[in-house]
């Protein structure tokens, strides 16, 4: 069964903490993706990566940053959280090479900043 | 650049009628591929069916159907015979190629919800 694991279900920071959002996916997938969920705003895409090492701005990256050094495993970092980033975070991941590939999804990330 | 709208944030609907829900995306790229996801509220994101630019035919999985007209840039997902069990948000979404990086972008959703 295919999956992608984010690494905390709920999380509680303090503004001004740095925070990490790990995820990791079991599928050899090439693309994976962080999305952040509001009401009323969907998903929007914050960094996706293509490959190892490799990664692009998405529509919200500011505040944001990714690291991705193994091909399983991308981590979304909040250099100093702050209460605007208070959101549910969803991680995804997608093969490469053909537009039909539809993308998996982990639990998500509730983090609340306080 | 692409874009995906969802223009109906709620829609209310009787069991056992018929639902669509809207989708209209922008794009200039000729190649790309459109589907649609259920997030009921346990969270989880539900991949329902995918259409792909080219594809000649309207595609149909159980009581789920996509109304592709590509020349109105529309793709609607209708749900055949409601049951209480679709009540969730529905998000559209586009993926393309861009040199490579693949990108996948989603729209604001719609929340479903069926009335016995």
């Known amino acids: 069964d295919v999956k992608v694991t984010q690494s905390s279900r709920y999380l509680v920071k303090r503004t001004g903490e740095k925070v990490f959002l790990e995820c ?8 994976m993706f962080w999305y952040r969920q509001d009401p ?10 293509y490959d190892v090492k ?16 193994k091909k399983e495993r991308f981590s979304l970092i909040l250099e100093s959280a702050s209460t605007n980033q208070t959101s549910m975070y969803l991680c995804a991941s997608r093969s490469s090479g053909l537009a039909a590939f539809e993308a998996f999804f982990g639990q998500g990330t509730r983090l609340t900043v306080v | 650049a692409q874009k995906i709208t969802q223009t109906q944030p709620g829609m209310f609907v009787q069991e056992k009628e018929a639902v669509t829900l809207d989708c209209t995306y922008d794009t200039s790229d000729p190649s790309y591929g459109l589907f649609w996801y259920k997030q009921p509220s346990s969270g989880e994101m539900i991949f329902l069916i995918y259409q792909g630019s080219y594809d000649q035919q309207n595609a149909t999985e159980g009581r789920y159907s996509l109304n592709f007209q590509k020349a109105r840039k ?19 979404a586009m993926g393309w190629t861009n040199f490579g990086n693949e990108k996948l972008t ?7 919800t069926i009335i016995p």
């Open chain 1, 54 to 69: 490799m990664k692009e701005k998405g529509d919200i990256p500011e505040g944001y940053s990714v690291s991705r050094e």
């Open chain 2, 74 to 92: 529309s793709a609607n997902l209708v749900i055949s015979a409601s049951q209480l069990g679709d009540s969730a948000m529905y998000f559209c």
């Open chain 1, 24 to 31: 990791v996916q079991d599928m050899d997938h090439e693309n």
């Open chain 2, 106 to 112: 989603f729209g604001t959703g719609t929340r479903l």
């Open chain 1, 40 to 49: 009323g705003l969907g998903l929007r895409l914050i960094y996706f990566s």
